[in-house]
């Protein structure tokens, strides 16, 4: 069975750092691109970040953009979203998805975490 387990969450203040993980497993994700997305209440689900498979590419939100970076580890089938300069509006539950790069930046991609709320206080 195919997992996606997101862990790393939590509450911090702004201007702390929190850092993601997404540890794959069921099948090897290493030809798949991986990446991040999050649903703050009441919102829409929102793309955050994206890696392609060998990590040489990577694609940012505007909203995090010099202040998020994902990586990933092949070898041990698992994606990161280092996140720092946090603020109360990046408060969201943080989902990992993996698959074809342009599904997992348009949303649609094959697989799916259960997600880990990040909540920052002011």
């Known amino acids: 069975q195919v997992q996606l387990v997101e862990s790393g969450g939590g509450l911090v203040q702004a201007g702390g750092s929190l850092r993601l993980s997404c540890a794959a497993s069921?099948?090897?994700?290493?030809?798949?691109?991986m990446g991040w997305f999050r649903q703050a209440p009441g919102k829409e689900r929102e793309f955050v970040a994206v890696i392609n498979w060998t990590g040489s590419s990577t694609y940012y939100a505007v909203s995090v953009k010099g202040r998020f970076t994902i990586s990933r580890d092949n070898a041990k089938n698992t994606v990161f979203l280092q996140m720092n300069s946090l603020n109360p509006e990046d408060t969201a539950v943080y989902y990992c998805?993996?698959?074809?790069?342009?599904?997992?930046?348009?949303?649609?991609?094959?697989?799916w975490g259960q997600g880990t709320q990040v909540t920052v206080s002011s």
């Open positions: 069921g099948r090897t994700f290493s030809s798949d691109a």
């Open positions: 998805a993996a698959g074809v790069f342009v599904s997992v930046v348009t949303g649609r991609a094959n697989y």
